[in-house]
């Protein structure tokens, strides 16, 4: 297996994974669980809103951007050595306009997601209000329960998202022995793990669920984005997909796998474009076609996880 592509997917994982964004929408969403969402839902869940997003366009964006195009540079550096890497940084002329509007695009989508999360929680806030008015339940009483059961909902869900961390850990491992039946039940405990995740109750929670999965794909589409690029600035144009996610990779991913076309014809079909069973959360790879060995190609899709040390 090629190294350098292992070196660019393992780059990508930090912020694909998204631990330390989960930690900082998390933190936000706790901040809102408080008596003033119940006096003002609409304008509290808007600046909570606003606060989700300013923090992706001006923290996590940025660092998606500079985490693909260092993804790059370990392909870039073994086609072309210092010339090519120097020569996709920075980003410049048509590719930067491109990413640029693509920028745009991303934060727009991500607005409009987190939009629709906040829309529903201020929803359910003013049902709660009416509910207890209906049914002659003492407004504060009812304030302090449904906060509570947000926090112990936004706590859980923490607690489920670190196990899940620690099941594809697992898989990844199970791999590398080759035993099928670990790597079965490897596989069982991520899923359980995953639907443990989705498995929510509150408003608060459901609201958790979509802003961190907006924020993940969001940045997800970012870094490969300014990774791609970062190739054509280099002056790629033949591009090769390399599935990524082990035995986990979705079927039409690993059906793509080593698929080789030119960028016109991979226009609209990246990974993250939402042509595959894994529609936007796709995190393969599109590397330039000068540096896949024909003689000695990757035989199946890169697990990130297995690889501590190149």
Partial sequence: MAKQIVAAVRLKRKVLEGVNM?????????????????????????????????????????????????????????????????????????????????????????????????????????AEIARASRDGIAQAQMRTDVINSYKAELKAIKAKRKILRAANIDVANAEATGDLKAIKAAKKEVAKAKAATRRVSTAMGRLENKVQGAARDAVRRETQQAQFASYRQAGYHTFTWVAVGGSLACPDCDALHNDTRSVREWQGQMPGDGHTVCLDSCICELVPDQFIDKEKPITGPVNPYLFQEL
Avoid: C
């Fill in 22 to 126: 989960q930690s900082d929408v998390l933190d936000i969403l706790t901040a809102y669980t408080r008596q003033v969402m119940f006096t003002r839902p609409g304008p509290e869940t808007t600046r909570m809103r606003n606060e989700l997003i300013r923090l992706m366009r001006a923290k996590y964006f940025p660092i998606a951007e500079e985490s693909g195009h260092k993804s790059a540079v370990p392909v870039l550096d073994k086609i072309g050595g210092e010339a090519a890497v120097e020569s996709a940084s920075p980003i410049t002329g048509t590719p930067a306009r491109v990413f640029s509007t693509y920028r745009t695009n991303n934060t727009r989508w991500f607005a409009e997601e987190v939009n629709a999360g906040t829309s529903a929680l201020s929803s359910e806030l003013r």
